[in-house]
Structure formats: C-alpha cells, structure tokens
C-alpha cells in the first residue's frame, strides 16, 4: 500500500508542476498552438503538398450550430503476402477493411474544441483469426488565454490492436494482441518577448487483454502499465528564422504487476539542446541533441543511457513537391518481463509530388533499429511505400499503396520476414 501511495504521489507531483507553467501543444493530437508558438517548420508543413487547403475538392461539412461535422468512411480491400510476418510458414490473404470516422469542429472566433470517435475494422477472406477491430473516442480543446498565450487538453480512449511484427507482436501463433489506451494530456504555451516556454504532462494507461495460444487463454496482465510523461522547453528567438532551444523529457513507467519478482517500472529522461531553422516557407525544420537515461528499479535490469537525438525537416522545391525527413532516437518499452528497454532508432523520408491538382503520388522510406540493452540481439527493418490518392470532388478520393517491408535479426530468438501489400480503396466525405 506504502509503495502504491508513493507511486500516485510521484506521478501527481511531476503532472502538478507541469500544469502550472505557461507553455505549446505536446501531443500529436492536441489542439495546434496559437501563431505566436508556430516555427517556420509549421509553416513549412501547411505549405506541404499532403495538407495544403484545396477548396474545390475540401469536404464542406455540415453545419450544426457552432460546430461543423466532418464524416467520412474509407472502404479498402487488398492483398499481403506475408499476413503473420514470419519467415517460415508465410501466409498469404486478401482482406477488406473499413473505417467510419466523424470529426465534430468548433467554429468559434477563439478558442477551438474537436469531439472525433472512428474505428478500423479489418475481415481478412480465409484467416478469421486475424479479423480485428480498432476504434477510439476523443475530445481536443483550446482556450486561447491571451494573443500570446494558449493551454490545450484532450482525452482519448481507444482499443487497439498490436500490429503483426511490431515490438509488442510477441506471439506469432496466437491471436491479435489487443490493449485498451486511455490518455489525458494538458499543455501551454506563453511568449515573453523573444522567449517562448511551452510546457506539459500526459498521463497514459495501458490495460491488455487476454490472448488465445494453442487454444489456450494466455494472460497479458504482466504488460498492464501507467505512465506519466511531461516536457518542459524555452525557445530564445536569435534572428529572422531561427530560435536556439533546451528541452527535458520526463517519464515515469509503473507496472501494476510483478510477474516472477522482476520489477519492471523505471523512470527516464532525454535532455535536448538545438535550433530551430527557417530559411522561409520552402526550407525549415528542427534539430536538436543531447542525453537520454533509462533508470529500472529491479537491480537485475541494467539502466539505458547515452547519445540522443531528435530532428526533422521540410523541404518545399516547388509549389508542386515536398521532401520531408525525420530522425529520433528513443527508449520503447520492453514486451517481455525479464529485460530493459530497447534502444530504438528510426529514420525516415517522404516525397509528395502533385502530379496533376487533384492526383497526389507519394514515396515513403523507413528505416527503424530496435536494440535490446540485455540481450545480445538487434531488429533492423527497412519499409517502402508507394501511395497514390486521386481527389475525384468534394465528397470522394480513390487511394492506391503498395508498400514491402523485410526485417533482419542478429538473434535467434529474434523474428526475421519480408512480406508485401497492395491496398486500393475509396474516401467518402461530407
């Protein structure tokens, strides 16, 4: 009880300071900043050739008061040669899947809120067993303090599902692994002068659900986690297009279960110093490096520690093409009870090129490693995609992706594939 009350305490104390200081939105989802917290590399992306505005084939919405609704259902169907992504035994199958989603946005003169739930529904035609369904709810909101100051929260439940060949697919021959993720996140930002603080914790929680094996119901209590998480970075605005930064990422990992005497939980951070560049709105992005450490509880578990990085840039040659490359190192966790985490890099590079105003064509190269710290194993996996999206109007697009993946190991216990896709599908809008 004494371990479990120091555990909240910890975790209330590290979101509480967070929350008291004036700072940007942290999280993919949440509510964009106000224009006093954009970089160039924002501008940079609105002017990308994958979100530029296009009214004559932008969906309208619907009105509803002061909100608008945005419904949209994707219908795909499509074949993979590799469905279980394992090197002996391959399986192929065509599927369909299908993914209803309706985005409620406010249209107020300040402040923003979006209400959005969705799900992805896959049925493959022979393997049952790989039939799957995801689906989330989401709330993201805005209050607009002052021209220079913003605070942003959201909350999001989902159920999702483990991805085949991914760090958490851990059993091959068994079911789809499925998890239920709760997250709420609480941002800010402020600017003072040439100064911009931004600032915010996430509190996440991890519940997974059990898995057949062999006809067996296998327990995956052991995985069920919450993590708090938070940031805090300054910005100092040097001249015309550049700002130099320091950040500390902070995060606390708390196991609900100590499954045969290893403590799992640790906590870690990743401290960052960089710039961020923007020549003008073709060219910018951000760069920053510094130090991560791990710390495991269990005397058994060696900490992770070392050389960490985080970048991203965006290039716009032309009104017609955009090259965007990204490069992180990060600590994931562990899927299996007796190690630490695992040390991961991932590299990454996309081009969009507006072939014709309503026919986008895409490249996208990944390159991800996933080194185990206690273990005398590396992942390497290498991913290509090529997509193509053609705008028909207002109300539908029609999408073609054909992408391979292949992934080596350095150890037996490792998992080595390759396999590939081809999707094609329709977007209807409203």
């Not at 296998?218 to 700002?243: K, N, W």
Request: hydrophobic share 35%; with cysteine.
């Amino acid at each position: 009880m004494t371990r479990r009350i120091g555990r909240f305490v910890r975790r209330g104390a590290l979101l509480s300071g967070l929350c008291t200081v004036t700072m940007p939105a942290l999280a993919q989802n949440a509510a964009p900043p106000r224009p006093a917290s954009r970089t160039l590399a924002d501008v940079a992306a609105s002017e990308a050739v994958a979100n530029r505005a296009r009214p004559d084939y932008d969906p309208v919405g619907i009105a509803a008061g002061g909100f608008r609704l945005f419904p949209t259902l994707q219908i795909q169907s499509g074949y993979d040669s590799n469905i279980y992504n394992i090197d002996n035994g391959r399986v192929s199958d065509g599927l369909v899947r299908i993914a209803p989603r309706l985005d409620a946005r406010s249209n107020w003169s300040r402040h923003s809120l979006t209400l959005s739930t969705g799900g992805q529904f896959e049925r493959y035609f022979s393997r049952s067993t790989e039939n799957n369904e995801q689906y989330d709810v989401e709330a993201v909101g805005r209050i607009d303090a002052s021209n220079d100051s913003a605070i942003n929260a959201s909350g999001l439940y989902a159920r999702r599902v483990e991805q085949r060949g991914t760090l958490g697919d851990i059993l091959a021959s068994g079911d789809r692994i499925r998890y239920d993720l709760g997250t709420a996140r609480l941002s800010a930002t402020s600017t003072f002068g040439r100064l911009l603080f931004t600032g915010g914790g996430t509190y996440s929680t991890f519940n997974y659900l059990p898995v057949r094996l062999n006809g067996a119901s296998v327990s995956q209590d052991y995985r069920d986690r919450d993590e708090a998480t938070g940031l805090l970075r300054a910005d100092y605005v040097v001249g015309p297009g550049i700002r130099a930064f320091v950040s500390g990422n902070f995060n606390d990992q708390n196991y609900k279960q100590t499954l045969s005497g290893v403590d799992q939980d640790s906590q870690g951070f990743a401290a960052l110093g960089g710039m961020v560049f923007g020549v003008n709105e073709f060219i910018s992005g951000e760069i920053g490096i510094g130090y991560l450490k791990q710390y495991y509880r269990d005397p058994g578990l060696p900490d992770i520690g070392g050389f960490s990085y985080n970048a991203r840039a965006i290039w716009n040659p032309t009104p017609l093409l955009t090259v965007t490359a990204i490069a992180a190192r990060t600590v994931q966790q562990s899927p299996f009870i007796n190690q630490s985490g695992i040390l991961q890099d991932s590299l990454g590079v996309n081009v969009d090129y507006e072939l014709l105003r309503n026919l986008i064509v895409s490249v996208n190269g990944q390159f991800i490693s996933n080194d185990y710290q206690d273990l005398d194993r590396s992942d390497r996996l290498w991913f290509a995609e090529g997509r193509a999206r053609y705008l028909v109007n207002r109300w539908a697009e029609v999408g073609l992706s054909v992408n391979h993946r292949f992934q080596t190991t350095s150890n037996a216990l490792g998992r080595e594939y390759a396999g590939s896709s081809i999707l094609l599908g329709i977007t209807l809008k409203r």
